[in-house]
C-alpha cells in the first residue's frame, strides 16, 4: 500500500517532522556556540539529548534560557534540562557548562 503522505502521521509526529525539515546542529561540550559560527541566525529549539545543564540566549527580544531569565550575554544560571525535553524559542547563542552534555539545536534561519 502507498504512504499517504503527511496524513499518515499523527499531529504529534507531524510537529516533529516540520520543526526538523530545516535540519539541526548537535552541540557538545562545555563553552558557547553562535548560530552565526554555524552559518544561521537562530535556532528555533532545543532537545536535550541526556540531562544538560544549558544557556541560550533569545535572538532578538524576550527572555533568556536561564534560571534569572535576564537578557544579556553572560548573566543568568544554567536551566537544568532533562533527557529527550525540548524548549521552543528563538535563540542565537547556546551555552554548555559542562563538556560531556550534548543538545540537538534545530535549525530555524
Do not use: C, P
Not at 86 to 109: N, W
Amino acid at each position: 500500500m502507498a504512504h499517504k503522505g503527511l496524513r499518515e502521521f499523527s499531529g504529534e509526529e507531524a510537529g516533529g517532522l516540520a520543526l526538523g525539515q530545516n535540519g539541526f546542529h548537535v552541540i557538545k561540550g562545555a563553552g558557547t556556540t553562535t548560530a552565526s559560527s554555524k552559518g544561521i541566525t537562530y535556532w528555533i529549539a532545543v532537545k536535550a539529548n541526556g540531562a544538560a545543564g544549558v544557556q541560550a540566549r533569545s535572538y532578538g527580544s524576550g527572555d533568556d534560557l536561564a534560571e534569572d531569565g535576564t537578557q544579556s550575554a553572560s548573566a543568568g544560571n544554567n536551566m537544568e534540562v532533562a533527557d529527550g525535553d525540548v524548549i521552543y524559542g528563538v535563540f542565537d547563542q547556546i551555552y554548555m557548562d559542562q563538556t560531556g552534555e550534548r543538545v540537538l539545536a534545530y535549525i530555524g534561519r
